[in-house]
C-alpha cells in the first residue's frame, strides 16, 4: 500500500514539476539555513558541557552600584580567595587565574604559548583530564608546569615531556619549570583555554597584589559543594562583602551610590560555568549574549515556517486539480485516514528528497558559512546521537507540519461535489490568506531589522572618532624584549614613511591578539571622589594618534619631569571641575601629578559606551604591550607589509601580526557585523522562498480566474483594469503584512540601539521604503502571471467548460 | 436487496429549500438490471449518489441487502464500498498518474488482499477484457471506450454484488457505447451481478430488464 502511494507520489511531482520544483527548492533552501543555523546555536550551547562541575563551579564578579548605574568588575583582589576558602562554609576550592603569551623554551626551541597560571586545585575543578601526570600533584609546587598534548608535541616532538626542564619567560626573566603532567587538548567547545599551565603565585606581579586588598586584578573561580545551591552562596558572600570591601562600599556611599533592592551598594556575584560563554559578565565569555543562539533558533524556524507555508498553500492549491482522484478513491472505499496517509506520504517524499538535496548543500556550504559568520562547525556534529534525533524528529515534525494539514483538509472534502468536478479554489481562502501575510510579515520584519542595522553599521563606520585610525598601525608586542623594540625603533626612523611612532600598555579597539582591556581608577581630589580610566602611553602618543590638545601640551622629550605629568581629557577635566585644570595636581596613588594638558575626547572605547574621564600617564617602569607607528604612504598595504617584515625581522618569535586601527575598531562591532550578515542573509532567504510561494499561488490563482477573466474581457474590461482587479488581492495582503511588521522591528530595533551609547535614529521614511520594497516585490513576482492573464484572448478561456 | 422507503432529498437554497427527490419508494431485487432514465436535473444522478451511500437522503429510510444505512457507522459504509458495491462513472475517472494495471489494482489495495492475490485478480479482469497487452498503458494513451472499459474492470475486480453507473456511456459514440452495454449484459446474466444505470439513451435502457422514470423527483408510475 504504502509502495503505491510512493509511486503515485512520485508520478504526481514528476507530472507537477513546476510546483515540485517550487516546494523542493524553496524547503531544501530552508532546511539547509535552519540546519547551519541550528548547528551554530547548539555549539554555542554545547560550551563547557564537558565539564562535570558545571554546576557547581562559579566565577565571581563585582557589581557596584554607583550613582550612575551599575559598574561590572571581573577581577579581585589575591588574598580573596584564601578569605573564601578559610570563611565561607561549602566552598571546596577555589582558583584565580592569570596569563597569556609567554615565551617558552627547550634546549634551541623558542616558541609563544598561552600560559595560564592557576591555583593547585584548578586541574581538579575543572575536567581537563592529563595524559600523563597525577592531578593530585601535577601543580603541587611552584616550578611545575603543565602542557597540553599539541604544546608538548610543539615543544618536544616525539619526546616524553614529564619531568623534562624548560623555561618561560614571565615579564623580563626566565624562570625555570620542569613539565610535570600532559592534558588532553582542549575541546574547542571550552571557555577557558590554555596551552600551559603553571602555579598563580608565578604571575608578574605577585609581590606587589600579594595580601594586598587595594589592587584586583585576576578572576576568582570558586567550586562550591554539591549541596550548597547559587543562592544560599550568594547569600553568604554578602558577608564577605561587608567584611573585607568595607573600603569600597564607604566610598559607593559618599558619592551617592543607589542600594539595589537588598539594600547592598555592593554585591559579589556569581556566574556558573555553564554560563560561563554566553554571560557578558564573565571573564571567558565570547561577547556573545545568551539570546544570540535563541535569535538563531527563531531565524530557523521563521525560515522553516515560511517555506512550510509554500508547501501548505501550494499543497491545498494542487490537491483541487486531484479532486477526481480524491473522490474516486472514497468511492473505491479509501478511509480519511488512509487518504491522509497518502498525501502526507508525498509531503513526506518531498521533504525526505529536499532534506537530502540540504545536507548537500550544506556540506558544500559549510567552509563558506564558517569562513563568513566565523563559526568553527563542523559535521562531526553529527557524530552526536542526540543532534541526528533532533534532526530527524525536527524533520519529521516539519513534514506533519507541512503535509499533514494539507491532507486533513484534502482528506475531508465533500466527496459529491468532487465527484461531479464543481470544486473549485475559493478565492478567499482565509487560511491561505493569512499564511501569506504571516510571510510578507516575516519578510518585511527582516528587510527593516536588516535596514537598521545596516544603517547603524554605518554610522558607526563614519562617526570620526577623534583619532587617525587609517594611518596608524598598531603592533601587539607580545612580550617583546626591550632590545627588539629599541632596534625596530632605529629601524623605522630613517624610514620617511613613517612618521612617529608611539606606544601604550593598551591597544585601540581589539588588535589580532583578540585582547582587550580597561584600568579603572578612583580618588580623592579636592574633596571629591574621582573616578577615570587611565593609560599608560610613551612619548608622542597624541602626535602619532593625531589627538587634538585642548589646553597646555602632550608629553615632551624637552622637559625632565613629565614622568610626573598627566595628560587629561575634556571628560576629566569636568570631574575636576576647575576653571583652569592645567597645573592641577592629581594624587592617585600617593605620588602627585601634575596636569600638563587636555586632549580632546576621542573614542577611545566602543561607541556602545560613552566616552569616560581618562587620563593618560608615562612611566618608564611600564611595559608598552603595543607600538604604534604612523605611516604617510599611498601604498597601506604595501606599508603594511614593510612594518610587519620590520617587526618579525627584530622579534622573529612575534605570535599576532600588526593591523591598522581601523581593522581594529572593525573588531570591536564584530558581534553587530556577524548579527547583520546573518540577519541580511535570513531576510534575503525569507523574501525569495515568500516570493516562490506567492508566485507559484499567482499561477493557481490566475488559472483558476481565467473564466472570469474571459468574460470580464467579453463584457469590455480593459488590459489594465483587468491588472489592478488582479493585483489588489495581492496587494492587500502585503500591506496588511507590512503594518503589523512595523511596529514589531520598531520595537526590537529600538531596544538593539539601545545598546550604543552613540546610535542612528529610526526615521518614518524607512518604513515607508520597507513597505514600497515589499510591495514592488509582490507586484513583480505576481505581474507577469496578471498581465498574462490579462492578454489572454476570451475566446481561449471560454471554450473550455 | 435494495430497499428505498419515502426517501427525500433537498438543499437549502436562500430561505427556501431545492427539493430534487420527494418520497421515493423502490425496491430493486438482486440480479436485476436496472435502467434509471429522466430528463436533466430530474434528480437521477441524486438517486444514484444515495444508492451508492454517497450523498445522505434528508428523510426516508433505505436499506440495503436489510440493513438500514442510516444506523451505519462510517467503518460500514466504507466496508459496502470496498466489497459490495462497483461505481463506474461518465467521466471515467481513472487516476492518470497509474497504469491500467495498478488503477485496476487500486480497490484491492484498500481492501488488503496479499500481492499475490492482487494479481491474479486483476490478471483474470485483464484477461477477460482483453486488456493484457494495455496493462502498462496510462489512462491518456487509451480511447474512451478503452478508458471506460477499465473503469468497468476496476468496479468488478472486486467482485461487488452490485455495479452503479452513472451515464456510462455519455461520453463515448455509439460503437463504442454498444460494447460497454453488451458487457454490462454479460455481467449481469453470467455474473449475476446486480446492475444500476443511470441513462439518457433508449436504446441503452434496453439492455435492463427494468426502466424506471423519473421526473421532478418523484418516479413515474
Known sequence: MFISYLRIAWRNLWKQKVFAAVNMTGMSIAICAALLLSLTAYHEWSYDNFQENKEHVYQLYRKDNTSKGVRINKSFSEPLAGVLQKEVPGVKRVSRMGGGDMPVRYKDKNIYLDVEMVDADFLRMFSFPLQQGNKQTALGSLDQLVLTQNSAKALFNEENPVGKALEVKIGDNWKPFVVSAVA???????????????????????????????????????????????????????????????????????????????????????????????????????????????????????????????????????????????????????????????????????????????????????????????????????????????????????????????????ARVNLVQVLKGKLRLNRGSSVRNGLIVFQFMVAAMLISCTAVIWQQMNFIRATPL?????????????????????AFRNKLASEPSVQSITGSILNLGIGKDGSSGNWNRGFDYKGSHISTQCIVVDYDYAKTLDLKMVAGRDFSRQYGTDSSGVVINEQMARQLNEKDPLGAILNPSGQPYHVIGVVKDYHFESLHKKIEPLMIMMDAQSRMNYLFVKVNTSHPAAAMEHITAVWKEVNPLAKNDPGFLDENTDRLYRQEARFSKIFMSGAVLAIIISCMGLFAIAVLVMAQRRKEIGIRKVLGASVGSIVVLLSRDFLKLVLIAVLVAIPISWYLMQRWLNGFAFHVEIHWWLFAGVSLLAVVIALATTGLQTVRAALSNPANSLKID | ???????????????????????????????????????????????????????????????????????????????????????????????????????????????????????????????????????????????????????IARAIVAEPRVILADEPTGNLHSDQAKVIMELFKQLNEQDKITIIQVTHSDLNATYGNRIIQIRDGHIQG
Open chain 1, 466 to 486: 577623534g583619532y587617525n585610525t587609517t594611518q596608524v598601525i598598531s603592533i601587539p608586542a607580545d612580550n617583546a624584549p626591550p632590545q627588539a623594540r629599541a
Open chain 1, 184 to 410: 588532553d587538548n582542549i575541546p574547542d567547545n571550552s571557555s577557558i583555554t590554555f596551552e600551559a599551565l603553571t602555579r598563580f603565585e608565578n604571575v608578574e606581579d605577585y609581590s606587589t597584589i600579594r595580601d594586598n586588598w587595594n589592587v584586583s586584578s585576576y578572576p576568582l573561580m570558586v567550586e562550591v559543594a554539591a549541596n550548597v545551591n547559587a543562592a544560599a552562596f550568594d547569600k553568604s558572600l554578602i558577608a564577605i562583602a561587608h567584611k573585607y570591601m568595607a573600603d569600597p562600599i564607604t566610598s559607593l556611599k559618599t558619592m551617592g551610590g543607589i542600594p539595589d533592592k537588598d539594600g547592598e551598594l555592593l554585591r559579589i556575584n556569581t556566574i556558573t560555568l555553564n554560563d560561563f560563554h554566553l554571560s557578558p559578565y564573565s571573564t571567558f565569555g565570547s561577547g556573545l549574549r545568551p539570546f544570540y543562539p535563541w535569535m538563531m533558533v527563531m531565524l530557523a524556524c521563521l525560515i522553516i515556517g515560511i517555506a512550510c507555508i509554500n508547501f501548505i498553500n501550494l499543497s491545498i492549491a494542487r490537491s483541487f486539480t486531484r479532486g477526481g482522484e480524491i473522490g474516486l478513491r472514497k468511492a473505491l472505499g479509501a478511509m480519511d485516514r488512509q487518504l491522509m496517509m497518502q498525501f502526507w506520504s508525498e509531503a513526506f517524499l518531498l521533504c525526505l528528497v529536499s532534506l537530502i538535496v540540504s545536507l548537500l548543500l550544506a556540506a558544500v556550504l559549510l567552509p563558506y558559512y564558517n569562513a563568513t559568520f566565523r563559526h568553527q562547525l563542523s559535521f562531526h556534529l553529527f557524530r552526536n546521537g542526540w543532534i541526528v534525533l533532533g534532526t530527524a524528529v525536527g524533520f519529521f515534525l516539519v513534514t506533519l507540519l507541512a503535509g499533514g494539514y494539507p491532507a486533513w483538509k484534502i
Open chain 2, 1 to 151: 436487496m435494495i430497499q428505498l422507503q419515502k426517501i427525500s432529498k433537498h438543499y437549502p437554497v436562500g430561505f427556501g429549500k431545492n427539493e430534487i427527490l420527494k418520497d421515493v419508494d423502490l425496491t430493486i431485487e438482486e440480479g436485476e438490471f436496472v435502467s434509471i432514465m429522466g430528463p436533466s436535473g430530474s434528480g437521477k444522478s441524486t438517486l444514484l449518489h444515495i444508492l451508492g451511500l454517497l450523498e445522505e437522503p434528508s428523510a426516508g429510510q433505505y436499506l440495503f441487502q436489510g440493513e438500514r444505512v442510516d444506523k451505519m457507522n462510517e467503518k460500514k459504509r466504507t466496508q459496502l464500498h470496498r466489497g459490495a458495491i462497483g461505481f463506474v462513472f461518465q467521466a471515467y475517472h481513472l487516476i492518470d498518474e497509474l497504469t491500467v494495471y495498478e488503477n485496476i489494482e487500486t480497490p484491492l489495495l484498500y481492501k488488503s488482499l496479499s500481492g499475490s492475490e492482487r494479481k491474479s485478480k486483476v490478471a483474470d479482469v485483464l484477461d477477460r477484457f482483453n486488456m493484457v497487452a494495455k496493462k502498462d498503458l496510462f489512462p491518456n494513451q487509451l480511447s474512451g471506450g478503452q478508458q471506460q472499459l477499465v473503469g
